[in-house]
């Protein structure tokens, strides 16, 4: 039994939805009680989709228990055939229903559908809702894809993007025009935009474009062993990166097309002289791996920040993320509990979270600007604009994205200037932001976390702050006055200081310096 | 006292043959009303017993996470805890030990049942008992299940509220209790206007925290605020109270009745009554005036959701002039919606449960003006060209009593005044 308070990820039916609502002319029967619905808003509200998702569930209740919940999965899928007559069926069983062992799967075989129906084996108690994702597609791929002759022209199928991913449908559009300036054609985009029937064609394409290990390396896998074809290891986000990808995909096709990066604005903006405020700002980094391991990249090599801590809430990733954290001299944060991130970033207090939907609000908590980067994802995160992740075009949505959280500019040494101006004061928040101003650290801080621990404080207990330190303290900006609080007590820690006094500020600032 | 009001209907709903289909039901189950519940029982902490979807469809209903510090959570039932129930029952222990010391401010803690749990027949009862043992008296141990196999979306509120009937303790006092969840601001109206009564003493459940002295007993009388309530209203009546039958205090003319048959059991005088009521009456009937005007002689289409669609039925057919054709709810039961139902004009076709894609069926062949219906069905619906009201709202929304009228028909009045002013635009 494992307290939880927010999850990164849901159950793993969640995810083999994501795989069905992205694609068409496929339907889901899912043996699940009432309320289980609920997972029809994510796509209905989160994503405004303007579709239900393609998902029939057999909302079972009590009083169905005692009887005969094998014959309301059998009339729900026949209906479901009936009305929506897909081109094929997957089946499984939510959390409850995998607990009445009814066997979704040998249910449907024995109905005879005239159409390929695939059972689902989705441990809920085991795993989640990326692994749902993963496994879905890949048994989809399994029983739909045939050997084939490749196509006479070199083509790839992109595998990977989901409904209710972080920019996949931008991202997919991005990456698709990068391959044609290559001279690559997409075969097929699966799961989403794809029907069962294109599922069939994909072995004609040449290799494979992994975007999303996340939701497609096993259905990559299964690829490459069955129809030779190899697939891509670097996901190409941020501008290293998208370089690195490009250099792959000459390697697989020799490919020698030009390419035109005058629309890639990133590198200038990052060089440009009013981005000096951004260099070697303290940054935490916190999502999904792949998402994390290129943000990682971008953060210390094409911003300048410094990257404080990192870590990832997939702990399919976990090996990859411990790697990378080596790397950047850090020790890897691997958990899906909210409230371990929410206590690390309390004890970094970096200058600015990169995270999750989640992070958001932990920045928000304690002051601290908040850019997304990864899934799991809100409302706002589904834009009107064109957005992706990838790509040159990903490169500068993302430069603008992370900058948009932060005071800029002249605006910080303005802030530094006139701390305790009346109307200028920094508590206003960056000027840009209007009414969505950051809160002050302090009250917040001294609350503790979203559920308090009886030691909420990194803040050692025994060191006192004379009153003139303590005032002076006050008058640092907010964005760093935790992390001058931090300092200084760490500073006295070590030079055995029972008190910090005005000097200890100090001493401690030139100590730190840099 | 009743002498302003418009007459009932030569025919009303209460014997209209009721609709009833099984099949693909798209509601929630009864944890979300821990979204509300948490922040209205201020000492008290939910803690669900289920799986990693319930914890799921928490934040998800929430809107993922409105709220700083959530007074709610999950203990998430692992492979290992389904091995063995004894097992299962100390690592719930363990659990709530860890939960109470990280939240030394809680003083009610519920166990929430869930499907998972129910399954397993994991007994939080006992659980609660056994806690409750342990941890008293600075705190008190209460279980309900929220679970969808036994529960509708507001029917969580409904089992978590009756959880709480046996442990009040006996009073032979006169007292009136009003019954249901409510926002502050409207609860602090309904107070003031029963003072106003001169009706008292008061008491509301669920209280905003452990330490209100309230009782039941043989002479507690009660009036249900929400419509969901009926283990409550049968667990209140175990206990010897009487209900005050009446329709909800949605819209004037709710409030109005809500308030006649209390005052009515009190004795307070028609005088009086009419003195108090009078000008929030008035107001009441302006401002909704005022925000129906989009409404007027517009249809509308109920699926179910919340067990409010009768009360708002009769309010948006009677006091802002649409006609409803199909009024569904989750679960009728007559002692509780019958008053509404009697006040509904005969008309529309009453269902009771859902099978969702023959009633979608049934909904786009009516083409309503207004469709009222959870949040899964709305966008679909909307791109679909009809014009949606999210369930949901309602819910979440100060709707009740007099001044809360115009706002209530203004909830409903808003998809119609987008839909006008967008498609001037578009043109």
């Not at chain 1, 290129?294 to 920040?305: L, Q």
């Not at chain 2, 009487?242 to 819209?251: E, R």
Request: include cysteine.
């Amino acid at each position: 039994m494992k307290l939880t308070v927010w999850t990164y990820e849901g159950p793993p039916h969640v995810g083999a939805m994501r795989v069905a609502t992205g694609m068409t002319g496929l339907h889901y029967v899912l043996h699940a009680p009432q309320g289980d619905t609920y997972a029809d808003l994510l796509f209905t509200m989160i994503e405004r989709r303007d579709h239900r998702p393609p998902v029939t569930y057999t909302t079972f209740q009590a009083r169905d228990l005692g009887s005969d919940t094998a014959g309301l999965f059998k009339s729900s899928c026949q209906d479901a055939y009936d009305r929506f007559q897909p081109e094929a069926i997957i089946v499984g069983a939510s959390c409850t229903a995998e607990l009445i062992q009814d066997d979704p799967g040998g249910l449907a075989e024995t109905m005879g559908l005239d159409i390929p129906v695939i059972p689902l084996e989705l441990p809920s108690y085991q795993r989640k809702e990326n692994f749902g994702a993963d496994e879905t597609f890949f048994q989809i791929v399994r029983h739909l894809a045939k050997p084939m002759d490749k196509t006479q022209r070199i083509t790839c199928n992109i595998l990977g993007p989901t409904a209710l991913g972080f920019r996949h449908r931008d991202d997919i559009q991005e990456i698709t025009n990068l391959l044609y300036e290559l001279g690559v054609e997409v075969n097929v985009t699966a799961p989403m935009t794809a029907a069962p029937s294109d599922i069939a064609k994909m072995g004609q394409a040449h290799f494979n474009v992994l975007l999303y290990p996340e939701t497609g390396e096993q259905a990559a896998r299964y690829c490459e062993r069955t129809f030779g074809q190899p697939y891509t290891k670097v996901v190409p986000i941020g501008t290293g990166a998208t370089h690195d990808f490009i250099a792959e995909i000459r390697e697989l096709t020799g490919s020698t097309a030009e390419l035109d990066t005058d629309r890639l604005r990133q590198t200038w903006w990052s060089r440009s002289v009013d981005s000096t405020y951004l260099t070697g700002k303290r940054v935490f980094i916190f999502g999904d791996g792949t998402h994390v391991k290129a943000a990682a990249r971008i953060a210390r090599d094409e911003m300048g920040f410094e990257v404080a801590g990192m870590g990832c809430y997939n702990r399919e990733m976990a090996r990859d993320i411990r790697a990378t954290a080596k790397e950047y001299g850090l020790e890897a944060l691997i958990t899906d509990d909210y409230l371990e991130v929410e206590k690390a970033i309390e004890a970094l207090q970096p200058e600015m979270i990169l995270g999750t939907q989640m992070e958001r609000h932990i920045g928000k908590r304690l002051g601290i600007p908040c850019a997304v980067i990864s899934a799991p994802v809100h409302v706002q995160d589904f834009p009107a604009r064109y957005s992706p992740q990838m790509g040159f075009e990903g490169a500068n949505v993302i430069f603008d994205t992370w900058i948009h959280p932060l005071v800029m500019g002249l605006e910080e040494h303005l802030l530094h200037m006139f701390r305790d101006d009346f109307e200028f004061h920094d508590a206003a928040g960056p000027s840009h932001h209007g009414g969505h101003a950051p809160k002050p650290l302090e009250p917040a801080a001294s609350e503790g976390g979203s559920m308090p621990a009886e030691v909420a404080h990194v803040q050692d207990g025994n060191v006192i702050w004379l009153a003139a330190a303590e005032k002076e303290l006050k008058k640092i900006p907010f964005f760093v006055r935790g992390k001058a609080r931090r300092n200084t007590e760490t500073y006295a820690a070590e030079k055995g200081l029972g008190e910090i006094s005005l000097d200890t500020l100090y001493e401690a600032k030139a100590h730190y310096a840099r | 006292m009743t002498d302003q009001m418009t007459p009932p209907p030569a025919l009303g709903c209460r014997s209209a043959p009721v609709l009833k289909q099984r099949g693909q039901r798209e509601v929630f189950c009864g944890l979300t009303g821990i979204i509300w519940l948490h922040r209205k029982i201020q000492d008290a902490f939910f803690l669900v017993v289920g799986s990693r979807t319930c914890a799921h469809l928490l934040q998800s209903a929430a809107g993922v996470m409105i709220f700083a510090e959530p007074r709610f959570g999950t203990a998430i039932l692992e492979e290992s805890d389904l091995a063995g129930l004894n097992d299962a029952h100390a690592e719930l222990d363990r659990t709530v030990q860890q939960l109470l010391a990280r939240r030394p401010d809680i003083r009610q803690l519920f166990l929430v049942g869930s499907c998972p749990s129910e399954v397993i027949k994991l007994d939080l009862n006992r659980a609660a008992e056994r806690l409750t043992q342990e941890f008293a008296p600075k705190v008190r141990v209460l279980e309900y299940s929220g679970s969808g196999i036994e529960t509708t979306f507001t029917q969580g509120e409904d089992a978590c509220l009756a959880s709480m009937v046996p442990v009040l303790p006996k009073t032979d006092a006169r007292e009136l209790m009003v019954v249901g969840a409510l926002p502050d601001v409207v609860e602090d109206q309904m107070l003031g206007l029963l003072e106003d009564l001169g009706i008292g003493p008061v008491t509301v459940l669920p209280a905003r925290n452990i330490d209100s002295e309230m009782g039941v007993g043989p002479n507690t009388m009660f009036a249900l605020t929400q419509p969901f309530l009926g283990d409550t209203h049968a667990a209140l009546e175990r206990r010897g109270a009487t209900h005050i039958a009446a329709p909800f205090p949605f819209g004037e003319e709710g409030t109005t009745a809500w308030l006649a048959a209390i005052a009515k059991e009190f004795g307070v005088s028609d005088e009086l009554f009419n003195k108090v009521t009078e000008a929030p009456r008035r107001r009441a009937r302006q401002a909704i005036a005022q925000a129906s005007e989009p409404l007027n002689a517009k249809s509308v289409f109920f699926f179910p959701d919340s067990q409010l669609e009768i009360p708002l039925a009769r309010f948006l057919t009677r006091e802002c002039g649409m006609s409803a054709v199909e009024v569904g709810s989750p679960y009728i039961h007559d002692a509780l919606h019958g008053p509404d139902l009697d006040l509904l004009p005969a008309g529309p076709q009453i269902s009771e449960g859902q099978d969702v894609d023959l009633q979608l069926d049934r909904c786009r062949e009516a083409r309503p003006d207004l469709t009222v219906c959870g949040l899964g069905l709305a966008n679909p619906l909307e791109a679909e060209g009809l014009s949606t009201k999210w369930a949901i709202e309602l819910v979440f929304t100060p709707v009740h009593f007099y001044e809360q009228a115009g706002d209530l028909a203004s909830l409903f009045a808003r998809p119609l005044r987008r839909k006008t002013i967008l498609g001037v635009a578009a043109e």
